[in-house]
Nanobody
Framework: QVQLVESGGGSVQAGGSLRLSCAAS????????MGWFRQAPGKEREGVAT??????RYVESVKGRFTISKDNAKNTLYLQTNSLKPEDTAMYYC????????????????????????WGQGTQVTASS
């Protein structure tokens, strides 16, 4: 059984940075898809970034500002968020799938999150202007 625990959220001024971490217990193959998602109040949960052994993908709104990475030795997923904007304010969740991102809709960034069977409890990111 896989458990995911996020940390690193907080409140920053617009333009600031945060590094989110997601510690995984249980085995997750490096070829399997992991990702970061976010949900703002009153909005649908959206995919932010995904990663597997084939590469990384980002939603258009965070390209050039966010970087997803994974330390396989530590079984930890990261999301470096730079140049934060008020519209980035949301609860951020990490998730893991038992398949490669290429087998998921839009490489895991699609509105259907079918395939991501494991989710963390979330960490809040607030960027204020």
């Amino acid at each position: 059984q896989v458990q995911l625990v996020e940390s690193g959220g907080g409140s920053v001024q617009a333009g600031g940075s945060l590094r989110l971490s997601c510690a995984a217990s249980g085995y997750i193959s490096s070829s399997y898809c992991m990702g970061w998602f976010r949900q703002a109040p009153g909005k649908e949960r959206e995919g932010v970034a995904t990663i597997d052994s084939a590469g990384t993908r980002y939603v258009e709104s965070v390209k050039g500002r966010f970087t997803i990475s994974k330390d396989n030795a530590k079984n930890t997923l990261y999301l470096q968020t730079n140049s934060l904007k008020p519209e980035d304010t949301a609860m951020y969740y990490c998730a893991a799938a038992h398949m490669a991102c290429g087998l998921l809709t839009d490489y895991g960034l699609g509105s259907s999150r079918t395939g991501f069977g494991y989710w963390g409890q979330g960490t809040q990111v607030t960027a204020s202007s």
